[in-house]
């Protein structure tokens, strides 16, 4: 076959199969951008009802899972059409993969596990990217999860790659709503029910505030007096706030609930020690030397 038999034969080919090889990657390339577009818009129209909050937490859970899937499909489709065209023989390859695939799976059975309860796992919405959890002996804010592995970033900025595997037991602390519960305590000479309308006082104050107000969702829930503890009489109380924001909350509450106190002369105990300087044999209690010292100034 001489040299312009060959270009003849490369031009019939880019005529008629090469032309379809580019319409099949430009499609491809339609669909990938495609698939990093419609899973956030399909799934919002499905979570309209949810508060905002939590339905961007789903959205971004979902949509990101939904991504891979879709890229994963695309590019397979594309690879065994563009095979399809150089002639290359499909049968044999989706045979030999099917083989493969499941020596790997009897191989990786951690794997297959992982994947099987990241399934349930998005399935039940037990973890949606935005949460803080605990999981697996760790906890955090939840900054990816798939199939395969759940990714949290700790409070010091420390990043938890947990394998879906090893999650049995989600502790899921901003799950459509929060809860923080507080132990009060003051000193047994204090009125409770004085303690408990300075309480109301502090609570009725920051849900007029517009920076906190709009954070907490329900008056505080004031659970009564709950434990004579050894210095101290202990208020139980709880608040319910949008999702993550108990933490920002308490911590307002608190600091004007010290205040508060300060201002009514209302005491927040605190350990006392008792010096017991032992005794004689005879009764007697060792002598205590204290000695008392002056500076002199200039």
């Avoid at 199969?17 to 099949?24: K, T």
């Avoid at 007029?208 to 208020?235: H, K, N, T």
């Avoid at 005491?267 to 009764?283: A, N």
Wanted: glycine share 8%; aromatic share 8%.
């Amino acid at each position: 076959m001489d040299l312009h038999e060959v270009w003849r034969l490369i031009g019939e080919w880019l005529l008629s199969s090469g032309l379809r090889v580019l319409v099949i990657i430009i499609l491809c390339v339609v669909a990938l951008r495609l698939a990093r577009v419609l899973p956030a818009r399909l799934i919002a129209t499905f979570t309209r009802r949810e508060t905002e909050g939590e339905a961007l937490k789903r959205i971004e859970t979902l949509s990101s899972l939904l991504r891979y899937v879709l890229t994963a499909l695309v590019l397979s489709l594309g690879m065994v059409m563009i095979m399809g065209e150089f002639g290359i023989s499909i049968g044999p390859i989706l045979a030999a993969a099917g083989v493969a695939g499941l020596a790997l799976g009897f191989g990786a059975q951690h794997l297959v596990q992982d994947i099987i309860s990241g399934f349930f796992i998005l399935l039940d919405d037990q973890i949606r990217v935005g949460d803080v959890v605990q999981t697996a002996g760790k906890d955090g804010v939840v900054e990816r999860v798939n199939l395969r592995m759940t990714v949290l970033r700790d409070f010091s900025g420390n990043v938890h790659y947990i394998r879906n595997g090893q999650i049995d037991i989600v502790t899921n602390m901003t799950k459509e709503y929060s809860r923080y519960v507080f132990n009060i305590g003051v000193s047994y000479r204090e009125d409770v029910d004085e303690v408990i309308a300075v309480i109301r006082e502090v609570d009725e104050d920051m849900r007029r505030d517009p920076e906190y107000g709009r954070d907490i969702l329900e008056p505080i829930e004031i659970l009564g007096l709950d434990e004579f503890a050894d210095s101290a009489v202990i208020v139980k109380a709880r608040t319910k706030t949008k999702p993550i924001k108990q933490w920002r909350v308490k911590r307002e509450f608190n600091r004007r609930l010290k205040k508060a106190f300060d201002a009514r002369n209302i005491e927040i105990p605190f350990p006392h020690v008792t010096l017991y300087m032992g005794e004689d044999k005879d009764g007697s209690a060792p002598a205590l030397h204290v000695r008392q010292t002056r500076e002199q100034s200039g």
